[in-house]
C-alpha cells in the first residue's frame, strides 16, 4: 500500500511538472455550427512557441488552426487528421511559425457535434507554451 501510494504521488509530481510550461491563454464556448473564431493575444501572451487546444465541455472537430504573427507571417496546420475533441481531450500542440516574433492573433475553424437540445455547447480552453519543449 505504501509503494503505491509513492507512485501516485510521483506520477502526479511529474504530470505537474510537464505542464508546468503551458499557459491558459483564452476560453471559447462554441455554438452549434460551422464556425470561424478569431482570439487576439495581449502582453505577455504574445510571447509563445507552441499552442494547444482543450475542450472542457461538450465535442468538438477541429478544422483548421492559423498562428497569425505580428510580422505577418502565418501558418495554417489542418487539424481534420486529429478528429473528434471529447471533455478532457487536447489537440496536439502546434509550433509557433516565427520563434523571434510574437503571435498576433489566432484562428480557428471548427464544426461542434452534437444535438442542441441534448448536449451542451462546447467549451475550449487555448494553452501556450513558453520556451523549449
Avoid at 460551422?34 to 493575444?41: C, G, M, P, R, W
Avoid at 512557441?49 to 488552426?65: A, H
Avoid at 498576433?104 to 520556451?131: C, F, H, N, P, S
Amino acid at each position: 500500500m505504501k509503494y503505491l501510494f509513492i507512485l501516485c504521488f510521483l506520477l502526479s509530481v511529474s504530470t505537474q511538472a510537464q505542464n508546468d510550461n503551458w499557459k491558459k491563454l483564452a476560453e471559447k464556448t462554441v455554438a452549434f455550427k460551422n464556425e470561424k473564431d478569431k482570439v487576439s493575444l495581449v502582453g505577455a501572451e504574445k510571447d509563445i512557441t507552441k499552442v494547444k487546444l482543450t475542450c472542457t465541455q461538450g465535442t468538438l472537430e477541429l478544422k483548421s488552426i492559423t498562428i497569425v504573427m505580428e510580422n505577418g507571417e502565418k501558418k495554417t496546420y489542418d487539424a481534420k487528421g486529429l478528429g473528434v475533441l471529447t471533455n478532457g481531450m487536447s489537440s496536439v500542440p502546434y509550433a509557433v511559425p516565427s520563434k523571434g516574433d510574437k503571435v498576433k492573433y489566432l484562428e480557428m475553424e471548427y464544426d461542434t457535434k452534437g444535438k442542441v437540445i441534448l448536449t451542451k455547447r462546447a467549451k475550449v480552453e487555448i494553452w501556450g507554451k513558453k520556451g523549449k519543449d
